[in-house]
């Protein structure tokens, strides 16, 4: 694995305003970033991403399957009581997946470490599955790169595969996102088109204006009932609306299902570390309150449960690196995680993202940032597969 420059393609940002990726560029500062690549070898992506996403995934489904049958987990892990038996029945009647991004540390020495699971509102999807491939054909065509030149991705043909695969043709699905996020309309308008593509038919609804009527059916703002939406909204907040305890009995299939509550919360990463003790894809782990003096005088990482684009990370005991990220959570419980030295590039740390499309892995995207931390505003680097 290695990063080299690359020239931009000439009036990149033109077409990128022309498809609906507006947010390039963000408050001055690039997003996506073809300046330069990551370039990795067939065997790096084969043998230390894609099996290990495939076996990670694999491990996640163990998992739910242990924690929606134990109501003691189910607490522990700050989901409602009240919710507790409609995921169960997701669980038990397979309700199926669309996707979920695993975040890993990867510098190509060694085993990617998994960091976090991106299980059910993941982003970065159009970016990775459209701009990503797009950029790379054309710099094939230009010449800059050679013929024989690759990516690990397959997210787009994946998406619409499974969308082929959850419903009948011809029917009708809402897309929701909150108001007023380009990235979020970015990634939601890129499956609604991916579910046109499979012989579906989409429906926009913002978050905010989806209701609830006498019957307990969800409508959007033209009171069309929706029967089937995918929600770029997070479970969590969900149950804390006014309309959540309708949720468990409402005629409505979610996207993604409930039982992905369990593995979007990153109290899955100590539980993990329980059932797959010393597994070289994961970081040992522990709930906070479970930590000893030994694990406390380690360097280590606080995450909060639920936690959205680096937010509330505390990084500790690391000489020179300590620090803290701000945000709004925390509330119901922390984990402890261990310090993995992120990736460096010159003044660049990078992480890679690795797509699960309907339990297969199906490729990836990297973020860099001069700080350890990823955040929303980190940049998109593209990659290739290059043999020497």
């Given at each position: ?24 560029t ?5 997003y996506w ?8 070898s067939?065997?790096?992506?084969e ?8 076996d990670l995934?694999r ?5 739910v399957e ?5 109501t ?19 669980w ?39 701009f ?8 094939i ?7 024989e ?9 994946r ?13 009708h699905?809402?897309f ?5 996020q ?21 429906h926009?609804?913002a978050?905010?204006?989806i ?8 409508a ?16 969590e907040?969900?149950?804390r ?7 468990p ?5 979610l ?9 979007s919360?990153k ?18 782990a ?6 000893n ?12 449960f ?5 937010a509330?990370i ?7 690196n300590?620090l ?6 925390g509330q119901?419980?922390h984990?402890?995680?261990a310090?993995q ?19 297969l ?8 940032d001069?700080?350890?931390?990823t ?14």
């Open positions: 694995m290695k990063r080299i420059s690359v020239p931009e393609r000439p009036g990149w940002k033109e077409q990128a305003e022309k498809l609906g990726f507006g947010f390039h963000m408050y001055g500062a690039p970033d073809e300046s330069r690549a990551y370039v990795f067939l065997e790096e992506i043998r230390d991403l894609e099996d290990p996403s495939q995934y491990m996640c489904l163990d998992l242990r924690v929606v049958h134990d003691g987990l189910l607490g522990r892990m700050a989901i409602p009581a009240q919710y507790h038996d409609w995921i169960r029945s997701s038990v009647n397979s309700e199926p997946s669309l996707y979920g991004r695993f975040d890993f540390f990867y510098d190509g020495t060694g085993p990617a470490k998994l960091l976090e699971f991106n299980a059910d509102t993941p982003t970065a999807l159009y970016e990775t599955g459209f990503q491939w797009m950029w790379l054909e054309e710099q065509a230009a010449g800059v790169l050679p013929k030149a690759d990516q690990f991705n397959s997210v787009q043909d998406l619409i595969e499974r969308f082929a695969a959850m419903f009948a043709p011809g029917y699905i809402h929701a996102s909150s108001k007023d380009d990235e979020d309309r970015a990634t939601v308008r890129y499956l609604e088109d991916c579910a046109r593509q499979a012989g579906l038919n989409p926009f609804v978050v905010e204006e209701g609830a009527d006498a019957q307990g059916r969800f959007d703002n033209d009171e069309f009932v929706i029967d089937a939406l995918f929600k770029l909204y997070p479970y907040d969900m149950f609306e006014e309309y959540g305890p309708f949720l009995g409402a005629p409505l299939r996207i993604e299902p409930p039982w992905k509550a369990v593995l919360n109290a899955i990463l100590p539980l993990l570390w329980e059932m797959f003790p010393g597994h070289p894809n994961l970081l040992p522990c709930f906070e309150e479970d930590a003096a030994d694990i406390l005088k380690e360097p280590h990482v606080r995450k909060p639920f936690s959205r684009e680096g509330n505390t990084v500790r005991g690391v000489e020179g300590e803290s990220t701000p945000g709004h959570y119901e419980g984990i402890l995680q310090y030295e992120p990736p460096k590039i010159g003044e660049d740390y990078s992480m890679i993202g690795s797509w699960i499309i309907g339990g892995a199906s490729g990836i995207c990297i973020r860099e001069r700080h350890p931390v955040q929303d505003l980190s940049r998109f680097v593209p990659h290739v597969i290059l043999e020497d």
